[in-house]
């Protein structure tokens, strides 16, 4: 588990934007599904791709996180990678946090899983 003190209010912050961020994200997922039940090809094989594509979905921090302080920052970073958020979305925060998110996102620590 990974907490550097951040300060108090990016925790506030962070709870009070998360519901707001999974919604968004959840959104374009929904679209995405529909776009894949409304192609071509089998009804059963859309739904199975549906099935296993909602498995995997499911997994992300976008739909669903952990929601411990201590969790934050990969919080934070799996919803980064996941494209629920930018690096923008992150502008309220602490420069400390920022400082964090930065120094794991210049490591390229986005492309690696949880």
Known sequence: MYNQGFKESDW??????IAGWQESYMDRL???????????GNPSDKFWALN????????CKGVQARMSRSEMVFNI????????ITLDDLSDFSE?????????????????DD
């Open 52 to 59: 296993d594509r909602i498995k995997e979905d499911k997994k």
């Open 12 to 17: 506030k912050l962070f709870r009070k934007k």
């Open 30 to 40: 929904n679209k995405e599904y529909i776009e894949l039940l409304s192609g071509e």
């Open 96 to 112: 400390e946090l920022k400082a964090s998110i930065k120094a794991f996102t210049d490591r390229n620590f986005l492309s690696y």
């Open 77 to 84: 970073l799996g919803l980064l990678r996941e494209g629920a």
